[in-house]
């Protein structure tokens, strides 16, 4: 009588993470410094376009990206009150690490509604005391328009207010200035 011994063969899938770069993107949100209420830094993006809707979930799928629904991007609806237009939206995270550079003297601080963006996602692995998987977070920033802010807004409005009176003259102050 002989014995026929099988060996079992492990077969490891090596995880190829890759990262994702999307070029002129309008910034819906950026939070860049942890809230009061906990909410971590993160630049949201307009992802109403196929392409960049597309892209988004394409990569978030190869690279299994998600905590409660690996593989599978959040897209998140929004259509103001006063408005037919129903915007997507996708969060990116960032960190202490994520580079920003501003073409043409803009800063991190242009970081408004509206800036155009150009940036470079990266997937990483994790794994700790809660549990583990595939999280992302941007890399780099490159900001190529400003946002507009309400203060934009509102001073556009003053000077196109002085261009009507032109008997005027009003020279810019520094409100900080010693």
Sequence with gaps: MSKTIQKKETVSKEIVLEKLKLQ???VIFANLAETEKGFKPSITIDATDDSV???ISEWVKANNVGKETPG???FKEYTPEDSD???LQYKFNINDFTKYYGVNGLEKKDLGYGAIIDFVANPFEWENKFGKGISSSLSAVLIKEK???G?????EELL???EDNSEETIEPIDAFAK
């Design 24 to 26: 002129n993107v309008k």
């Design 53 to 55: 809707k597309t892209k």
């Design 72 to 74: 599978v991007a959040k």
């Design 85 to 87: 237009t129903t915007t």
């Design 147 to 149: 946002g507009q802010t």
């Design 151 to 155: 203060a934009d807004a509102d001073m």
């Design 160 to 162: 196109s207010e002085l």
